[in-house]
């Protein structure tokens, strides 16, 4: 089974920084696109940045500039650094993999379980 683990989420102060990982482990052909959403209390899921397999990136207007989006290929993992928090990044943080099990078979969408990040001001 494939699985996406993430870590580095927790408490902050605004200005600060912290850095999200999101392993997929399992019986996988190939992940191609990654990237991570977030979802405040009360609102809908956003994307906050995407990631191709060979890395070409997509940010929302809302984090260029402070958040960076990474991936490391041959530990199927995915990364995001965020610098300058802001209050208004207090969310759960969800990561996202395209990933194909087969060749044969099409592409699937997995998500991790979130991880919460929480900013103080």
């Known amino acids: 089974q494939v699985q996406l683990v993430e870590s580095g989420g927790g408490l902050v102060q605004a200005g600060g920084s912290l850095r999200l990982s999101c392993a997929a482990s399992?019986?996988?052909?190939?992940?191609?696109?990654m990237g991570w959403y977030r979802q405040a209390p009360g609102k809908q899921r956003e994307l906050v940045a995407t990631?191709?397999?060979?890395?070409?990136?997509n940010y929302a207007d809302s984090v260029k500039g402070r958040f960076t989006i990474s991936r490391d290929n041959a530990k199927n993992t995915l990364y995001l650094q965020m610098n300058s928090l802001k209050p208004e990044d207090t969310a759960v943080y969800y990561c996202n993999a395209g990933i194909k099990l087969r060749i044969a078979w099409p592409e699937s969408d997995y998500w991790g379980q979130g991880t919460q990040v929480t900013v103080s001001s």
């Open positions: 990631i191709t397999r060979g890395g070409s990136t």
């Open positions: 399992g019986s996988i052909f190939r992940v191609n696109g």
